[in-house]
């Protein structure tokens, strides 16, 4: 069954654990945290002290999407806050397997992400040491943005790549996923759907939640 985690960048911060638990009670299966630096991408939100503060409020693994120049200067923080999955952008590393030997050394899942642009090539040489492909449909920065449909077919192609390489990788989509876009994204292959407007612009998050998995 496909997995939802909800971003909380479209929840509200000023009753965020009651955001959270909110998803939690609605059948989330991760919470998706999206860390941005104002460089990499123009805008800037969540460091790790903040995680810290959310990790004893749920019990569901925490997805930390970190959209942050230089991120090996932060992964260890962000382990010790409790994050479960750290990805990291191919577009902010310079040396790519080292950042996700550095991830995998603290016992945590480890990610790659890939802006629009960028094509799936771009892993072909880290499938084997990754647990999970992060494919952007928006530019990374902001919630509430338009589906890129162009990214449908990179789902397809993450997926004959792991297979290819004998690898059960999780591909998770992100960016614009609604209970449309949602449906499109698993009849290629996705396995994960990030959803923040679709679900924490909603009253009810449960039918929210429910509606993109159907
Ligand atoms: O990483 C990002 C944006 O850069 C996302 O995780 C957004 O937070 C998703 O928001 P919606 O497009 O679902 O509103
Ligand atoms: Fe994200």
Redesign the pocket.
């Known amino acids: 069954m496909v997995k939802i985690a909800p ?1 909380i ?2 929840a509200d911060f000023s009753k965020l654990a009651e955001e959270i638990l909110d998803v939690e009670r609605g059948g989330a299966d991760y919470i ?1 945290i ?1 860390v941005m630096d104002g460089h990499f ?1 123009p805008n800037i939100t969540i460091g790790p002290l903040i995680v810290e503060a959310i990790r004893p409020v749920t019990k569901l693994p925490l997805d930390v ?1 970190l ?1 942050i120049e230089n991120p090996d200067s932060y992964i260890e923080a962000f382990a010790k806050a409790g994050a479960d999955y750290i990805t990291v952008h191919v577009e902010a590393c310079s040396h790519l397997h080292r950042t996700i030997q550095l991830i995998s050394s603290f016992g945590i899942k480890a990610g790659v992400v890939l802006n629009p642009a960028t094509p799936v090539s771009a892993i072909q040489h880290i499938v084997t040491d990754i647990d999970m492909v992060l494919l ?1 449909s ?1 530019n ?6 338009k589906f890129i449909t162009s990214v449908l077919p990179k789902i397809a192609e993450v997926k004959q790549l792991a297979k290819k390489n004998g690898v059960s990788i999780e591909i998770e989509v ?4 609604n209970e449309e876009t949602a449906r499109l994204c698993v009849n290629h292959g996705a396995n994960v759907l ?5 679900i924490y612009n909603q009253p009810d998050r449960k039918k929210a939640i429910e509606a993109i998995r159907g």
């Open positions: 971003s960048l479209s998706h999206d991408v999407h959209m952007m928006v990374p920065g902001f919630g509430g943005q992100d960016g614009g996923v990030v959803a923040g407007s679709a």
